[in-house]
């Protein structure tokens, strides 16, 4: 499965933007999709998730009220709305795949497809 996310760019703090992951090669069944971010000098850490198929979504408490995360299965994409955004949440956000656990949702290790990285950058 390849995964191509996009969608990043800049936006003044407050503002919204959504991003999307496209799979290609391949489809989302029988996976969780994750998102992730990494900030320079900073580990990557957990944003949101969710397993295509159903269940509720997972959303780091850093921006939980502020992420909405859906997917439309005709296009097999899998979007990450996110509102209010902070100068603090300025990174590099990756889409990746897995098949993890419900306890392991959050954690980078249980995906093992990712896509390449799109730029959000939030200006004060």
């Known amino acids: 499965v390849q995964l191509q996310a996009y969608g990043g760019g ?3 703090a407050g503002g919204s ?3 999307s992951c496209a799979a290609s090669g391949g489809t989302f069944d029988g996976y ?9 000098g900073k580990e990557r850490e957990f944003v949101a998730a969710q397993r295509w198929s159903a269940g509720y ?8 009220g502020r992420l ?7 296009k ?12 603090d ?3 590099a956000y990756y889409c ?6 419900a306890s392991t949702m959050t954690r980078d290790q249980s995906y093992y497809y990712w896509g390449q990285g799109t730029q959000v950058t939030v200006s004060s």
């Open 32 to 40: 969780a999709v994750g998102w992730f971010r990494q900030a320079p």
């Open 57 to 64: 979504p997972y959303y780091a408490e850093s921006m939980k």
């Open 96 to 101: 990746a795949v897995g098949r993890p656990i």
């Open 17 to 19: 933007l959504r991003l």
């Open 10 to 12: 800049l936006v003044q």
């Open 76 to 87: 097999n994409t899998v979007y990450l709305q996110m509102n209010n955004l902070k100068p």
């Open 89 to 91: 949440d300025t990174a």
């Open 68 to 74: 909405t995360i859906s997917k439309d299965r005709a």
